[in-house]
Each structure stands twice: as C-alpha cells, then as structure tokens.
C-alpha cells in the first residue's frame, strides 16, 4: 500500500513558466513532509519542507503548499530554468516515530529552453 | 569536507554472492539509513539505524544486514537471500530531533548482478 503518491510520472515545461508537481498521501499521521531533487546517478537533494501546522513555506523560486483536509501538497517552481530538470521526490515522515521518511514515486521534470 | 561517501559507486556481483556496500559520514550525524531506489520507482528504506551498536529493519530488510560499530560507518551488506538485489542503494543520514531532521544523501552505489 502506498502511502505517498506523485501520480504524474513526468511533466514537461518552457523555460521561464511555472513548473507544479503534485503529491497524494495517504497517512493522516504524517506531519512533515519534504521534497527532494535527484539527478541521475547521484543521491537526492534537499529541496525544500514544511510543517503540518502550516499550508506555504517558500524559499526563492520554490514554494510548497499543504492541503491537509484533501492529503495533498505540491511544489511550486517559478520561474522555471533549465537546470531544474531532475527528478523531484516528495517525502513524509510522522516525527514522533522518528526520522524514517516515506518516499513518492518521482516525477521526472524537463524543462525545455 | 563534510559529507557522505558512498563506495563503490558501480558494484558487479555474481548471484549467489554476497557483497558489502560502504557508506561513511563526517557530519557527526547521529542517524544513518539505507534506501533502495528501482527504476522509475521511489525510494524504499531498507534499514536504518539511531545510535551506534542499534539498527531497525525498514519496509524491506528481507535478504539484507547491516551493522553500526563506529557513528560514522553504517556498511550494508546484500546477501545471496536477496532475490532481486539489482538496484541503486543510498546511504543518508541525519541529526535527531533537531530543526528539520532533513536526511542527507550520499552519491549512491549502482549494484548489478550478472
């Protein structure tokens, strides 16, 4: 059973637009939740988190939003570049039973230039 | 320069073999993990571990050990019971219950069994 969901397997945008990646969970334990940028061949990055008793945390081009009530959050970019094309992986994790984080699937972003 | 090193980063192994991956951390992170990622899919946490000389298993530990004798080594080991150990392994670790926990990754270790 999945708990964490990225349902688009891919997106592809222009240069410059608003890139949206979009993750489902399932688990109404969960209280933190992470998105994470992996390139091939290497190990993911930290992008950018947020607290279940907040709805938007942004940190420049980047913006999260959580939607407790439907279980769902996103990842904003704004303005696209051609550098963020990666594999985005949305993450969450229940703080009280520790560090363990559950991953999405991914979502594969190209941006075009 | 703190980080995580993971070695080998390209591993060949013959079924029925067993074979040892190396993860080491500088950061002084308290917690290590060990994660499987399989194409096109998330990654699945395999093992991790708190405090030295302890370890958990996580979704799927079936096939795999690890140990955790020094805080700054956490080696995996895929034993000849792992029925599908070709995947990508990532080490990470983290500070317990500080600020975010965020996990940090190292470079990934690609096995292949031939």
């Known amino acids: 059973d999945q708990q964490v969901k990225q349902n688009s397997p891919s997106l592809s945008v222009q240069e410059g637009r608003i890139s949206i990646l979009n993750c489902d969970y399932t688990?109404?334990?969960?209280?933190?939740f992470l998105w994470y940028k992996k390139y091939p061949a290497e190990g993911p990055t930290f992008l950018i988190s947020?607290?279940?008793?907040?709805d938007k945390n942004e940190d420049g081009r980047f913006t999260v939003f959580l939607n407790k009530s439907a279980k769902h959050l996103s990842l904003h970019i704004v303005p696209s570049q051609p550098g963020d094309s990666a594999v985005y992986f949305c993450?969450?994790?229940?703080?009280?039973?520790?560090?363990?984080?559950?991953f999405g699937g991914g979502t594969r972003v190209l941006v075009k230039p | 320069d703190g980080g995580i090193t993971q070695s080998p980063k390209y591993l060949f192994r013959k079924e029925g073999q067993n074979v040892t991956l190396s993860c080491e951390q500088n950061?002084?992170?308290?917690?290590m993990y060990w994660y499987r990622q399989d194409p096109g899919q998330g990654l699945r946490l395999i093992y991790y571990?708190?405090?030295?000389?302890?370890?958990q298993k996580g979704d799927i530990a079936e096939g795999y050990s690890v140990s955790r004798e020094k805080k700054e080594s956490f080696p995996l080991t895929v034993t000849s019971a792992q029925k599908n150990p070709t995947a990508f392994y990532l080490c990470?670790?983290?500070?317990?219950?500080?600020?975010?926990?965020?996990?940090?990754f190292g470079p990934g270790t690609r096995l292949t069994v031939l």
């Open positions: 950061l002084n992170h308290d917690a």
């Open positions: 947020i607290s279940s008793i907040k």
């Open positions: 571990s708190q405090i030295v000389n302890d370890f």
């Open positions: 990470a670790s983290s500070i317990l219950f500080v600020g975010t926990d965020t996990q940090y």
């Open positions: 688990n109404s334990m969960f209280d933190y």
């Open positions: 993450a969450a994790q229940i703080k009280a039973a520790g560090n363990k984080l559950t």
